[in-house]
């Protein structure tokens, strides 16, 4: 994989010129989601056995799942937290299980694996520090291919980077190559797709483009820009992952997927510029630009983190383009071309319809890592002449493009800062404007706790010396009022001197940002109520 390909660690509603329909569905009228421990009893029915999902709450695995069941599919889907799917429109439907499983564990992976016939693998921990998740992957796929013959699994699905076979590869594309390895090492068959850059709204590759070609009129970049390679749109990648489960053919084989073009990066950056409605972008390829040093650069430009951007922009040495046809061959469909695909993920931004976005599969810390310790806390709170479900949804709309209702200024230099040092700053921005679902990214945020109605909780990812969270609680009036309570916290356990010192630095702050921001929602609320 390279720059510009999504996986697992990622992060659009792109249905146009695709032979799936998108599905709405009544968020009111869905069930709850059926979660099983990973020893738990599984369905025994004479129907087709279910398709296993790893990684549907990343960026392509939250996209398959409407596939497979629109395809007629039954699934069911891993997750080291299953409240984490709970929000997906797919969640309800009842051919959906959801099993809490470590894919990281064999046995518990053989008990999840059980009853179903093939299986996805869309895991990725790229997020792991330094070189780590080389090993961590090679370590996982020799798991997975285990407990998959262990389990009596008929075929592993799994979505790889194209490069060019040799020594040359880059460490991550390499990596690639090891988890293939390691998953046809097995005595399951496998077929591997290699796919290159992966275009779609809310995709890291999709991201980076963007961003850099908005923000820069004059870029000097690396050599990289004039490396061919062949762009995939990403309902184009779907319908290949569908399609193949259905084509004994491509059983135990290895198949190069692409787009309609063949081309370079500089390309893709004047396309992404005329489909922005900006004019050509002076481009500048210098030689001593190092994957390190771009990865910084895109880390501050872009919303994507230095820890992701470095090995991917260390693969872009190399030539991503499919060496035959054949999986056009044995899955037709009508490819689209850069443009096509980089229009219809620019119109699903626009029309708030991204499915899944590249800091979807964010981790997230539970409570055993916040509990004891000294712990400050801010709380205040104000009476709202509004109704509680109309304070919620104002809540809910917090950041973003809304931003936080007073000081936006200081919030946006908060980012600024953050980016400085290696966070995330406020660029993620959050995937849809109104609704907050559990494990959500909203700026430098990750929503932790979501109780409709009447609370949310987001727990900081800023680069912190300590651990923060905020909290918002919607309490209702006495009953035939229109007014009700709201209670925000912030909490912060410092640590070390350094945790002691930022505290008390921000702590004369507090007054302008956090009552600001309190009134702000409430003035918000009642301008939102009929008098």
Not at 10 to 17: D, I, S, V
Request: glycine share 10%.
């Amino acid at each position: 994989m390279h720059l510009f390909a999504d996986y697992n660690q990622q992060p659009g509603g792109e249905y146009a010129n695709t032979d799936f329909d998108k599905h709405g569905e009544d968020v009111s009228r869905r069930e709850p989601v059926r979660t099983h421990g990973a020893g738990a009893e599984m369905d025994s029915s004479d129907e087709p056995k279910p398709v296993l999902v790893t990684g549907a709450s990343g960026y392509i695995g939250g996209r398959l799942v409407p596939r497979l069941l629109a395809a007629g599919y039954r699934v069911r889907c891993l997750a080291r937290e299953p409240r984490k799917l709970s929000s997906r429109l797919w969640a309800g439907d009842p051919r959906v299980d959801v099993v809490r499983c470590d894919v990281g564990a064999r046995d518990q992976l053989v008990q999840a694996m059980r009853g179903c016939g093939p299986a996805y693998y869309l895991v990725h921990s790229m997020l792991a520090a330094g070189h780590a998740y080389r090993e961590r992957d090679r370590v996982l796929a020799r798991t997975f291919a285990e407990a998959a013959a262990a389990a009596g699994l008929e075929r592993i699905i799994y979505l790889g980077g194209l490069g060019e076979t040799g020594a040359h590869l880059s460490e991550h594309l390499t990596s690639r190559r090891e988890v293939e390895d390691a998953l046809t090492s097995g005595s399951v068959p496998v077929t591997v797709l290699r796919a290159a850059m992966i275009i779609g709204s809310g995709s890291a590759s999709f991201e980076i483009l963007r961003y850099l070609v908005e923000r820069l009129p004059v870029m000097v970049t690396p050599r990289w820009v004039s490396t061919e390679c062949q762009p995939i749109a990403v309902q184009n990648v779907l319908h290949y992952l569908v399609a193949g489960l259905g084509c004994p053919e491509a059983a135990g084989r290895t198949l190069d997927i692409g787009g309609a073009d063949v081309i370079t990066y500089r390309e893709i950056m004047q396309i992404m510029a005329a489909a922005l409605g900006l004019r050509k972008r002076l481009i500048l390829p210098v030689p001593v630009l190092t994957p390190r040093l771009s990865s910084l650069w895109i880390h501050l430009v872009t919303p994507i983190s230095h820890r992701i951007a470095r090995p991917l922009a260390e693969g872009l040495r190399n030539r991503v383009v499919c060496r035959d046809d054949a999986a056009a061959r044995l899955l037709p469909q009508r490819l689209l071309t850069v443009r096509e695909a980089i229009d219809t993920a620019l119109g699903n931004l626009r029309n708030h319809a991204v499915e899944t976005a590249w800091f979807d599969a964010g981790p997230l810390p539970g409570d055993p890592d916040w509990a004891g310790g000294r712990v400050f806390t801010d709380r205040r709170t104000t009476v709202v002449n509004a109704p509680a479900d109309v304070v919620y949804r104002t809540v809910s709309r917090i950041g973003g493009d809304q931003g936080y209702h007073a000081a936006d200024w200081l919030w946006r230099l908060r980012g600024w800062l953050d980016r400085l040092v290696g966070g995330p700053g406020l660029r993620r921005g959050r995937r849809d404007p109104a609704h907050l679902a559990f494990g959500d990214a909203l700026d430098f945020w990750r929503v932790t706790a979501v109780e409709p109605q009447r609370r949310l909780e987001l727990r900081a990812e800023m680069k912190l010396p300590g651990e923060a969270l905020l909290s918002f609680e919607v309490r209702p009036g006495e009953p035939g009022t229109a007014t009700c309570t709201l209670t925000q916290t912030a909490r912060f356990r410092p640590r070390g001197l350094a945790g002691l010192a930022y505290w008390y630095a921000v702590l004369p702050l507090h007054g302008l940002v956090f009552n600001g921001m309190l009134n702000g929602i409430r003035r918000a609320a009642e301008a939102m109520t009929p008098a």
